[in-house]
């Protein structure tokens, strides 16, 4: 073979590979990753099974270092969050972000952030690229009973748990989601005049139950390698959710308001897990056995989320019985 046909017909063989690895990575499924049931953890009401990622778990371009989760974003002043306008009627289910450096910002569907005039949950993940100009986010209130007129600083409040994930998620109905919070609020016995969801997390009682949690499971991610890129979470006789991303660093950044959101599920609405494995894997293989598969199961259940043709994160909050 000449050497012009030999570099041609390695070039393509090149190009071939290439494309192969960016099909295969722009998806979440079995091809890309799988489901550990050897190393599930289990404390008390909540047991979680992880999710690695196959050959490593680097972020791909775009969502890995680059960019920079909520949480992190507003303790280091990389954003700032503020009212849309002073009418509640009008600019209640939206919130304006500014960024302030040259990162992209992830936000995810679910997170509270709290302050402004009221709490407030993001309604879907958004990934805010670096700009000069507002950019707007949809929002639903978890605080129904406030509406100040001095806008508070917003702060981080963590994921929502899996139950309120669900309703925002199925119904996107505000009055649906007050509902929820209030028979949450009542069902713990929170008393709080403003109705909010954040309440319970001011019980010295029920933020020490929680953190007991926490730190076992925390305990365990921090002593296992690191190619863990999300779980399935089970209470009880059902998986309450599932969030997996596509790479460590966002995952690994997200973990700790994740855990908080599952932790405060299985505190709320939890059970002694009785679940099997079994159960487990049935759940895995609907979410995970192709993108066909997975599309048809999150459709009424969950969210995909993609940017630049990648799936980024996958998440589900079906309370799935085997």
């Excluded at 293989?285 to 997975?294: P, V, Y």
Aim: with cysteine.
């Amino acid at each position: 073979m000449s050497t012009t046909r030999y570099r041609t017909a390695r070039s393509l063989l090149t190009f071939c590979l290439l494309l192969f690895m960016l099909s295969a990575s722009a998806q979440l499924t079995y091809e890309t990753v799988y489901v550990d049931y050897d190393s599930a953890w289990q404390y008390k009401n909540l047991k979680i099974y992880p999710v690695r990622k196959k050959g490593g778990g680097g972020g791909p371009a775009g969502t890995g270092a680059e960019v920079v989760p909520l949480g992190e974003a507003l303790s280091k002043g990389l954003v700032t969050v503020t009212e849309r306008g002073t009418t509640s009627f009008e600019n209640v289910h939206w919130l304006r972000f500014n960024t302030k450096s040259n990162k992209s910002i992830y936000i995810g569907g679910g997170e509270v952030v709290t302050g402004g005039r009221q709490d407030r949950m993001i309604v879907r993940d958004t990934i805010l690229d670096p700009s000069d100009k507002d950019q707007y986010v949809p929002v639903m209130c978890v605080e129904e009973g406030r509406w100040s007129n001095k806008e508070k600083k917003f702060g981080y409040g963590n994921y929502a748990n899996t139950d309120l994930r669900n309703i925002l998620d199925s119904s996107g109905n505000q009055v649906t989601l007050w509902r929820e919070v209030d028979r949450q609020l009542q069902a713990g016995g929170f008393r709080n005049k403003t109705l909010a969801y954040e309440s319970r997390f001011k019980d010295k009682k029920y933020v020490l139950k929680g953190e007991d949690y926490f730190k076992f499971f925390m305990d365990k991610f921090r002593h296992t390698d690191s190619t863990i890129v999300g779980f399935v979470a089970v209470s009880g006789d059902k998986v309450i959710g599932s969030d997996v991303y596509d790479g460590t660093y966002l995952f690994y950044h997200q973990l700790e308001p994740l855990l908080r959101g599952y932790i405060d599920g299985a505190l709320t609405n939890g059970a002694p897990v009785t679940l099997s494995t079994p159960g487990v894997k049935k759940y895995a293989d609907r979410l995970l056995s192709n993108e066909k598969s997975q599309a048809d199961f999150v459709k009424d259940y969950g969210e995909v989320f993609r940017s630049q043709g990648r799936v980024v994160h996958v998440n589900t909050f079906i309370q799935f019985k085997p």
